[in-house]
């Protein structure tokens, strides 16, 4: 099963928006609502930041949402801040196996 | 407050077996799906697969199929992934998740790193 396609890194100014795309098929992200992404400092585990596309846990910042147009997924963070650092990886439900497939994931850079 | 514990590092030799376990608290542990990955130094996240708490059932990433077995211990709250037939391209930090409920992994172990080497 292939990874979902992330760019390998994004930069953004404090302050700034940034997004970060995550594409697939229509077996993928594209015919489910069942995109997650995650935030991982190094050395760190995983951190869920978005599910179900567009929805945030309890206790994610604002600045951080979801989106989807066709078989490509967007984060977006917005106001960007030091802290955001980080890598970020999307994963979706795949009817392809009936489970989960992962992105490469996204090196964010704040400048 | 979930929290997902694993075992320590290890090191295994080519051809070896590794068994690493995590141990959950925090919510009831039979209400849920537990998932593993794993992440190669520099690489993105790998999932390995998946096991329903309740009924044992576990379901697996193609290219492990037969290399790796999920299995878990409901009187302690335990779940546990062994990878066989280690090479030293299966060194990764693997990490067990809990599924809150759409294939989202809303509560992560602390990763454990094993190493492959002869």
């Known amino acids: 099963q292939s990874a979902l396609t992330q760019p390998a890194s994004v930069s953004g100014s404090p302050g700034q928006s940034i997004t970060i795309s995550c594409t697939g098929t229509?077996?993928?992200?594209?015919?489910?609502?069942?995109v997650s992404w995650y935030q991982q400092h190094p050395g760190k585990a995983p951190k869920l930041m978005i599910y179900?596309?567009?929805n945030r846990p309890p206790g994610v910042s604002n600045r951080f949402s979801g989106s989807k147009s066709g078989n490509t997924a967007s984060l977006t963070i917005s106001g960007l801040q030091a802290e955001d650092e980080a890598d970020y990886s999307c994963?979706?439900?795949?009817?392809?196996?009936?489970?989960?497939?992962f992105g490469g994931g996204t090196k964010l850079t704040v400048l | 407050q979930v929290q997902l514990v694993q075992s320590g590092a290890e090191v295994k030799r080519p051809g070896a077996s590794v068994k690493v376990s995590c141990k959950a608290s925090?919510?009831?542990?039979?209400?849920?799906?537990f998932h593993w990955a794993r992440q190669a130094p520099g690489q993105g996240l790998e999932w390995l697969g998946r096991?329903?708490?309740?009924?044992?059932?576990?379901g697996y990433e193609q290219k492990f199929e037969g290399r790796v077995t999920m299995t878990r211990d409901t009187s302690i709250n335990t779940v546990y992934m062994e990878l066989g037939s280690l090479t030293p391209d299966d060194t990764a930090v693997y990490y067990c998740?809990?599924?809150?409920?759409?294939?989202?992994?809303?509560?992560w172990g602390q990763g454990t790193l094993v190493t492959v080497s002869s």
């Open positions: 998740a809990r599924d809150g409920g759409n294939f989202d992994f809303d509560y």
């Open positions: 994963s979706s439900f795949t009817s392809s196996t009936n489970f989960v497939v």
């Open positions: 925090g919510s009831i542990f039979t209400d849920y799906y």
């Open positions: 179900d596309v567009t």
């Open positions: 229509s077996s993928d992200v594209g015919g489910y609502n069942y």
């Open positions: 096991i329903i708490i309740k009924s044992g059932d576990a």
